[in-house]
């Protein structure tokens, strides 16, 4: 499909992320003059709240997918994970980019569809993996980061939004993508199990993770908490760092030679005297960037259609959560059988 200067963009489901969407699309890129798209519309099976968020942004408010898709080059895919997939395959078969919402869909047999469809209409898919545009995450992508072991917990209140899909798939699934993207090593063995509280799926989740290479993940996920936690803590031969994904905030601890020069935000805690070669440990906080991850995930997809590069969470990517997720699902229900 030819493409105008703009992208023209669409938003398929309006609920509570599609609406976040829209705002986004509406607000950020049409008035800071940066805008590399033309957000047309939207459309969601909900009549009234089709037509609130249409007059809400000034966009068009169209009365079916298949019409919205006739005026724009792009979508962001936001209605109920079950609908991801087809909705997903008839824009791609019509050469339309797609901007789906984690998880990709609700089976690796459907990503893998998505992918080659994707391939075949040289279309472009990036997943909503928000926590990748983490301003906390962001500002670790300086160190060498070669994990061997990972202690990850996110912890949320109850609302009954998400709960059509286990808490594995709708929190969970965050820290899978985020774990494999640091460990690139096959995954060996999980071990899981998980209870289901206040709804018809899993409410609460523990998973171990262990990956060829060596590395073990211990990953707890609850939607029935009091507390609201998002961290993630990584241990590995030189250094620790840990990561406060709800407050924006890293730290790490790591041994360095004892000629390394100190900066701002660094400060030496004390020597190693064992070896032949002197070496420090070091704290720092560093610095954090100020933005928005979802405007940052947004420019990114839309980035990769104009320059025509590869998008920062890819469909595979988003597949290769999705199997470890859908594994540690299966874990849960074989905990089930053996219990009863």
Do not use: W
């Not at 595979?316 to 859908?326: H, N, R």
């Amino acid at each position: 499909m030819e493409h105008t200067a703009k992208t023209n963009i669409g938003v398929i489901g309006v609920g509570h992320l599609g609406s976040l969407h829209a705002k986004m699309l509406a607000d950020v890129f049409a008035s800071a003059g940066i805008s590399s798209a033309n957000f047309i519309g939207v459309f969601d099976v909900d009549e009234p709240k089709r037509n609130e968020i249409a007059k809400k942004y000034n966009v068009q408010s169209f009365s079916s997918l298949e019409h919205l898709l006739q005026n724009v080059q792009a979508v962001t895919i936001a209605a109920n994970t079950r609908f991801h997939f087809e909705i997903a395959q008839l824009s791609l078969e019509k050469g339309i980019h797609c901007f789906i919402e984690k998880p990709i869909t609700t089976t690796p047999n459907e990503a893998d569809e998505l992918i080659a469809l994707a391939k075949k209409n040289n279309c472009k898919i990036q997943v909503g993996h928000i926590e990748r545009f983490n301003p906390a995450l962001l500002a670790i992508e300086q160190y060498n980061i070669s994990p061997m072991f990972i202690e990850a917990h996110r912890l949320a209140q109850f609302t009954a939004r998400g709960t059509d899909v286990a808490v594995v798939l709708d929190l969970m699934i965050h820290d899978i993508d985020i774990i494999l993207s640091f460990v690139k090593s096959p995954v060996a063995q999980i071990d899981a199990n998980g209870v289901a509280v206040v709804s018809d799926s899993v409410d609460i989740a523990n998973a171990r993770i262990r990956f060829e290479n060596g590395c073990v993940a211990n990953v707890t996920a609850s939607r029935i908490s009091q507390q609201k936690m998002r961290k993630m803590r990584m241990f590995q031969s030189d250094a620790y760092i840990s990561v406060n994904f709800s407050e924006g905030s890293a730290e790490v601890f790591r041994i360095v030679d004892e000629n390394f020069p100190l900066q701002s935000r660094m400060m030496k805690l004390g020597a190693i005297d064992s070896g032949k070669i002197q070496r420090n440990i070091i704290f720092e906080q560093p610095e954090i960037p100020q933005l928005n991850p979802l405007k940052v995930e947004l420019e990114e997809f839309l980035k990769s259609i104009q320059e025509n590069t590869e998008p920062k969470v890819t469909a595979e990517e988003g597949k290769q959560a999705l199997i470890v997720a859908s594994e540690i699902l299966s874990k849960i229900e074989e905990q089930k059988f053996t219990m009863h």
